[in-house]
């Protein structure tokens, strides 16, 4: 329960490990319920129990309903915040993107792009949905401020169309399956560089 | 039928206004239940037609199936290919920007995320929406090889990362509704010339 009611918080490793086995189960039957084509709406505490390995109520004892464990499952593709070590934007922002492009976001990149529009039909849902990304925009956005402030970044820098820039190119990527050619690892460095240089000569 | 058969080309405008009205109906509607939260499984040529206030035969004359229906409706969310001025790599790919984010773009994109992971699972979909879609990503290749060729652009761009950056804030603001405080005609300007200059200092 305190990964849904803890809001804008990294969800706290369970004291038994048992547990954490458990719920990484759970939420990865969501995700691949939802992979093999499932809707948001068709997903079921049912199907998620039976493709999890576990009974009902082991579910309805760590979530109270289906849409917090949706988010859940969301929020579990994205590794935890980073320590920035403040040093430069460049370090910070690929440290950034790269913990936003876990192992998990390439294995189910297009269910999130799917689940969010359902997602976002719903008020609270949405403002769940807000409360587990907008810390992670909220850092990315001073990082870019504290780059200006440095003398990194150019002064008049779109922030917003920036966190665009950061974000949009792998939510694309999954989308397409398109081949950059550059090995998933070296990504958010490549995507960061080419940010901050620039395309022209 | 030109329309699904006629690989890589855009839709020739139908010889009879009332076709083309028809058609468009027709689209919308394809579009508007998908943007009510209908899959692309769910939509069927019937609930098309009462939404289009067309018969059945009006629809099969057109498109032999569902999947070639669909197909179509991502189509008509992009406008038609811009002659290109070919005097700069920047003016052409503000051009192909401007008309890949058609007025349907804003209105029904996330409709496109949600129905391409969907539309890509089916072989034959996916070599017809590759169809639709490589022609106008063939086109940014070769304005962008322009562009290197003639010292406009750096001679070691990542062209695919580079149409990744040009393509992904779109969709990421689609997804996630962001304000960039950027009026929506001058977005392709914006994003264009911060992909050029780039945010370093």
């Known amino acids: 329960m305190t990964s849904t009611t803890t809001t804008g918080q990294e969800r706290k490793a369970p004291g038994r490990p048992r547990n954490a086995q458990a719920d990484e189960a759970i939420l990865d039957a969501v995700l691949t319920l939802m992979a093999e084509g499932q809707s948001a709406a068709a997903v079921s505490i049912e199907s998620v129990a039976a493709k999890a390995g576990v009974g009902k109520a082991t579910i309805y004892r760590r979530w109270p309903n289906k849409e917090a464990l949706l988010i859940d ?107 950059t050619g550059v090995p998933l690892e070296e990504f958010p460095v490549v995507l960061v560089d080419a940010l901050l240089r620039g395309a022209a000569a």
């Open 73 to 179: 499952a969301v929020r579990s593709m994205k590794g935890p915040i980073p320590e920035l070590a403040g040093v430069s934007a460049r370090a910070d922002l690929i440290a950034m993107v790269t913990a936003n492009r876990s192992s998990r976001v390439q294995e189910f990149g297009k269910v999130t792009a799917c689940l969010l529009p359902e997602l976002m039909k719903d008020e609270q849902l949405r403002q769940m949905h807000h409360a587990v990304m907008e810390p992670r925009r909220e850092v990315m956005r001073e990082i870019l401020r504290r780059g200006i402030a440095s003398g990194e970044l150019r002064a008049d820098l779109n922030i917003e169309l920036t966190l665009l820039m950061l974000s949009g190119p792998s939510m694309a990527q999954g989308l397409f399956g398109t081949e």
